[in-house]
């Protein structure tokens, strides 16, 4: 079966997640990806844990490396550079993450690998970009907090929240894949590289979506709602006589088919609900009839008729909730990953399905420097 781009050799110096990730998408549509990682320990998050699979292998360490080989290489040494020169030497894409100015000193930056690699697409992750903010250290849980996203996660009278993973570091790599893959699309046309950098503060402000442009655009600064949406209502858990039942009812027509459903009818009619900017502006009122009406039976009664009367209604899985439902809906989400040993490694599936030239899962994450290339 021929992968989309199975003719993609990428040197990758990036380490954590946002790079990683990055790659690991490109590798699982066929790219070969050489991860470059230090002497002794290797990328950081081989030592994240627990958990840890059957092997000892940090699970968080797989999330972001498998389809990769993985050679040693210090840096700080003439030989280790020497060997890095000629992984790059006619590489079709670089990626690194280090501070901005680090890979200018080892002699692996942009215009030095471009001079022997002319269409070289080169790929640098940085927390705050390469201007002023190029000192800052770009670590998740940072950029949430000074990006915005703390500020508006969380209840209105409690702490700042930050989401349950590392999200800025997963959209950064997104972002990342999406600008190395339009860099090669204009390779294609005209043979000339690029320079591609994403940062992980303008990744968050980007990916504030709806809250972002309400600040962009009317000077609107939002603050935390809890679970409650800024412009819909209802949109939020809310309680049942046993467990909690989420409502995401987007347009008129759903919420008068949810009224009917918790036989208040009436409540469509009410004309502080005619329509959703009337809900937004009386959700307090609303979230209090919702809630009385919802109590005489369990989440999980309501939701089978929520969900034939075409109501989005659901509710709140934990982890192997969300996987169990994934695999009863046929979507599959846990593949088997070949270990070299025979054995396999379970990992989530990537969730681009493509009819031609779909996802492959040739390889575990590497043990350190497990490529066989030389260990400089």
């Known amino acids: 079966m021929t992968a989309a781009l199975e003719d993609l050799r990428i040197v990758d110096f990036s380490r954590v997640l946002a790079g990683p990730f990055a790659t690991m998408v490109l590798a699982d549509l066929g790219a070969t ?11 950081e998050t081989r030592a ?3 958990p840890y699979d059957e092997t000892g292998q940090a699970t968080y360490f797989q999330a972001a490396n498998r389809n990769k080989d993985s050679v040693v290489l210090d840096l700080r040494s003439d030989e280790g550079r020497a060997e890095a020169r000629r992984l790059v030497s006619g590489a079709d894409v670089v990626v690194e993450n280090f501070r901005p100015g680090v890979m200018d000193r080892l002699g ?3 215009d030095a690998v471009r001079a022997g690699s002319p269409g070289v697409v080169y790929c640098s992750l940085t927390g705050f970009g ?10 998740d849980l940072l950029i949430q907090a000074v990006g915005g996203l703390m500020s508006i996660t969380g209840e209105p009278e409690g702490e700042p929240q930050k989401a349950g993973v590392a999200l800025v570091d997963v959209l950064s790599g997104l972002f ?9 699309r204009h390779r294609a046309r005209t043979g000339e590289g690029q320079r591609v950098e994403v940062d992980l503060l303008s990744s968050l402000l980007a990916a504030l979506a709806n809250q972002g442009s309400a600040y962009a655009a009317a000077g609107h600064v939002a603050g935390r709602m809890g679970n409650a949406h800024p412009s819909i209502a209802p949109y939020e858990p809310l309680p049942t006589a046993e467990g909690e039942l989420v409502l995401a009812v987007g347009n008129t027509r759903q919420f008068r088919s949810l009224a009917a459903v918790l036989g208040r009818p009436e409540l469509a009619d009410d004309p502080r609900f005619a329509d959703n900017d009337l809900r937004v502006s009386h959700r307090d009122e609303l979230r209090s009839l919702l809630v009385d009406a919802l109590a005489g039976r369990p989440a999980a009664a309501w939701i089978r008729e929520l969900e034939d009367a075409g109501v989005p209604a659901g509710r709140v899985n934990d ?11 046929g979507l599959a989400p846990i593949v088997e990953v070949p270990r070299a040993d025979g054995t396999s490694v379970r990992s989530v599936r990537n969730p681009i399905r493509l009819s031609a030239t779909p996802a492959t899962y040739r390889s575990a994450p590497p043990e350190l420097g497990g490529a066989g290339a030389p260990v400089c």
Do not use: N, Q
């Open 130 to 139: 390469a201007g002023p903010g190029a000192a800052l250290p770009g670590y």
């Open 319 to 329: 982890i192997a909730g969300a996987f169990a439902l994934a695999e009863s809906l």
């Open 176 to 184: 990342a894949a999406v600008g190395v893959l339009t860099a090669l």
């Open 108 to 110: 692996l930056g942009y």
């Open 33 to 43: 990806v050489t991860k470059v990682e230090r002497p002794g320990t290797g990328d």
């Open 48 to 50: 994240w844990g627990p």
